[in-house]
């Protein structure tokens, strides 16, 4: 782990080779007041809340079939008392850039979970951003010339809690990525309704495979991105789901490969469409995991794409 790592994500579906992984080890129950999106207060109102046990077992089921495809996985640093389930939250990778999150400030101990990866890493490329820019890893699709930022900017936006990117985030990269086609897309946001509520891009819109899409139109703001992502990938390539089917993370799984998906068992309807396009899909269990708003791309924060 002392040698320094070479970067390199220019998108969504390349062959992965490295990978952060979101770990349990020290995650304890919160309270109801500590939580931050919708799925999460329902399970804990609800007395479904996932235990320790559950979630460290099932992500390391994860790590497992990531590894039996060839993947080295990295460890994130242990912090006493804290969720570090959801990898993607706290960083990014473009390019060849590490981008450390502005994520919300009671979740800014888990940063600290990275502090061993970053060392690994040439300083020159590891970005900190200024407090006025908020940006979360599953808010960022990368696509080769391309970059989808999902954002909230309405008036409500320092009360809405699952409001994660603003558009300072977008004027950012823009700048950063002069060469790249930054294309923002709002999402609905709400702190009490998961089937209203598209926490991250991530959540509505996924690319997968060499040309097609996952999308689900009710979790934009505005039809005409829906209708923008429509006429880039085509309609015939575009795989079609509710927004009860995006609170129940069907959006989100996670490709190895153009050719190899991790999905859950449970998604009979993407693993189906995946399979017919000759998409190779391991199942994965992360039920007790998909209870706290995230699933498969939400836990991962892939470093190395080649």
């Known amino acids: 782990m002392n040698s320094k790592l070479s970067l390199n994500i220019i998108d969504e579906v390349s062959q992965l080779s490295k990978v952060i992984v979101g770990q349990a080890n020290n995650f304890i129950k919160p309270d109801i007041s500590d939580l931050y999106d919708p799925t999460s207060k329902f399970h804990l109102n609800n007395n479904t809340y996932p235990k ?18 060839n993947i080295e996985v990295i460890e994130l640093d242990s912090i006493k008392d804290c ?3 959801f990898a993607r939250d706290i960083g990014f990778v473009i390019d060849d850039f590490f981008f450390i999150s502005n994520i919300l400030p009671h979740r800014q101990n888990e940063i600290n979970g ?5 060392n690994m890493i040439d300083k020159e490329k590891i970005i900190k951003l200024e407090d006025d820019i908020h940006v979360e890893g599953g ?16 008036a409500d936006y320092k009360k809405q809690i699952t409001a994660r990117t603003n558009f ?25 309704d998961p089937e209203n509520n598209a926490l991250h891009l991530d ?3 996924q690319p997968v495979g060499s040309k097609y899409a996952v999308i689900c139109k009710d979790g934009f703001y505005n039809s005409s991105d829906y209708n923008l992502l429509i006429k880039e990938y085509g309609v015939d390539n575009v795989l079609n789901i509710t927004s009860k089917e995006m609170s129940k993370m069907l959006c989100n799984f996670f490709s190895i490969s153009e050719k190899i998906v991790v999905s859950d068992y449970k998604f009979d309807k993407l693993n189906n469409w995946l399979k017919e396009r000759n998409i190779k899909v391991v199942k994965v269990k992360l039920n007790e995991v998909g209870k706290q708003g995230g699933l498969f791309r939400c836990s991962t924060l892939p470093l190395i794409r080649f």
């Open 52 to 69: 320790k046990k559950d979630l460290i077992a099932e992500l390391d089921s994860y790590k497992k079939a990531l590894r039996e495809n």
């Open 83 to 85: 969720n570090q389930i």
């Open 114 to 118: 990275l502090k061993s990866i970053l």
């Open 139 to 154: 808010d960022i699709i990368v696509a080769k010339d391309k970059l989808y930022v999902g954002y909230y900017d309405e």
């Open 168 to 192: 300072n985030a977008i004027v950012f990269l823009k700048k950063f990525f002069p060469e790249k086609d930054i294309i923002p897309l709002k999402l609905k946001k709400s702190s009490l």
């Open 203 to 205: 959540c509505c819109f």
